[in-house]
């Protein structure tokens, strides 16, 4: 029994490092969450270690795509991707799909809103 203690052990730093070791989203602009005053620029998306970026997209909770500029090709670990439209008040989501060092595809969504106060002016 206790010959495969080193064995355990040697076993479990070498799933925690894996575990560690995975691509994960470390900041986004808009936020999760956010509540944006105007419509943004472009989107803001930072990773924990260089990445290449498989896809992005912006649309309405509703589905409708929002016309966003092209991804970058290259693997880095801070992206900056124009917003090519004018976003309405609403909310929106951003879906991303990007790969790591370690190859494993990762993804998910970030959900913000715009709220210029136009419309409440016109009413």
């Known amino acids: 029994m206790l010959r495969r203690i080193p064995l355990l052990l040697t076993l479990l730093t070498f799933v925690a ?3 560690q070791a995975h691509t994960r989203l470390s900041a986004a602009t808009p936020a999760e969450s956010a ?3 105007s ?15 498989l896809d992005v997209s912006l649309q309405t909770v509703a589905e ?6 092209p991804l970058p ?3 880095q670990q801070h992206f900056s991707i124009p917003v090519l439209a ?6 929106y989501v951003i879906k991303w799909r990007a790969v790591g060092a370690d190859t494993h595809p990762v993804s998910g969504e970030i959900r913000f809103s715009v ?3 136009e419309s409440l ?3």
């Open 17 to 19: 490092f894996q575990v």
């Open 35 to 37: 509540v944006t005053h």
């Open 39 to 53: 419509s943004p620029e472009q989107l803001e998306l930072e990773f924990n270690g260089a990445v290449r970026l």
């Open 64 to 69: 409708t795509a929002v016309e966003i500029g």
């Open 73 to 75: 090709e290259a693997t």
């Open 86 to 91: 004018v976003l309405d008040d609403g909310d």
């Open 115 to 117: 709220a210029t106060g």
């Open 121 to 123: 002016a016109s009413e």
